[in-house]
């Protein structure tokens, strides 16, 4: 079991920045490939961004490639998001979710765990 505890956000004008950071705890991280979700009101959660086990491969959304960066530091069992250039419809309930397996994953469904989300806040 892995718990997973999602910070960083806040209320941002645009084109401004944000790192959201998720701290991992339990079982260690580095046996999990992560990504990062978001939910904006009244709509589904979408995936914004994934990282393999190893931090070797990366897989972004095309709504945020180029302006988000995911990253992992396995000694730190955290994983994070920098988000740059900022635009009001990245506004939105933040969560990190790890799943065991190797590679980068983008189907929501199959992670294994969730955080409780961080809200992130892009005034126009």
């Known amino acids: 079991q892995v718990q997973l505890v999602e910070s960083g956000g806040g209320l941002v004008q645009a084109g401004g920045s944000l790192r959201l950071s998720c701290a991992a705890s339990?079982?260690?991280?580095?046996?999990?490939?992560m990504g990062w979700f978001r939910q904006a009101p009244r709509k589904e959660r979408e995936f914004v961004a994934a990282?393999?086990?190893?931090?070797?491969?990366?897989y972004y959304a095309d709504s945020v490639k180029g302006r988000f960066t995911i990253s992992r530091d396995n000694a730190k069992n955290t994983v994070y998001l920098q988000m740059n250039s900022l635009k009001p419809e990245d506004t939105a309930v933040y969560y990190c979710a790890a799943k065991r397996t190797t590679v980068p994953v983008t189907t929501e469904r199959t992670y294994d765990h969730w955080g409780q989300g961080t809200q992130v806040t892009v005034s126009s």
């Open positions: 990282i393999s086990r190893s931090g070797g491969s990366t």
């Open positions: 339990g079982r260690t991280s580095s046996s999990y490939a």
